[in-house]
């Protein structure tokens, strides 16, 4: 089988190529308007293929991804599988105020219409936008790399999810740990976007191992809030566990400023080198 990876997910292929994967080619051009081109470089007829594309906030992402999907189709391939290793948009999964849209709808609907032979998703953010992407859509984990990481570590006595929408992952997360781990809920509100307020902890994390566990951290709103929460009810240790690794602004320098031991996260979106931040290679999830 080839692997066709978009611009988006270049990062990945040596991952990749380490793991046995035949990368297909293609060129891309842009005309003098200012249009994009694409070609590709070899041949694909008969032949099985996966492409492999996250959706990050360029839109350009998601014409490479529908581009190339065109192009293996007209150029006689199988029906491609899809994977996403991220997929943006997720969060706009429905209007919060008069006048707004479910801009990530539309986008999953745009990939559910490919009709791929399979559509592989990384820990979407949202229930609602994996339902749109249509019941034969795979939701693949990040959360195994994690259990397996963490095992090599201290042990975990308390899964937290920073919210009630990372109640699912903290549980499954505690379930895979050796011995179980508990799991702890921390109410959050957000007053206004990319604001959070964690107000109270529901469970006991006084002198035990924490991590807590979310599928992104983007401002670090959430996680910092989590943080500082789990510190003032005497946690002995807190590493913090993410599959997408955003890292908006200067969310680095001030996840480097908590009392956090690790931060975990993978390679799903590409990632410059920082002291307090580990990553996981996400290619043994999809190969």
Known sequence: MKWFLTPSTAHLRDGLVGRGAKPGGYDTVRFYDGERGYRLTGDVNGQAVTLLGSVTPDPASLFDLLALFRLLVENGSQRPVVIIPYLGYARQDRPVQSG??????????????????????????SPRILEALGPHAIELSALPLFADQLARDEPVDVVVAPDAGARGRAQTLAARLVPHAEVVL?????????????RRILGDVAGKRVVIVDDMIDTGGTICEAVRLVSEHGAHS?????THGIFSQDTLERIGRLPVRDTWVTNSLPQRLHERVRVLDITPVFV
Do not use: C, Y
Request: charged share 25%; proline share 7%.
């Open 238 to 242: 807190i590493r913090l566990a993410a």
């Open 186 to 198: 921390v109410e959050k509100t957000r007053p206004r976007p990319n604001v959070a307020v964690a």
């Open 100 to 125: 707004e849209g479910s801009l990530g709808v539309m986008v999953a609907e745009l990939l559910r219409n490919l009709q791929p032979a399979e559509l592989r998703v990384l820990d979407v953010h």
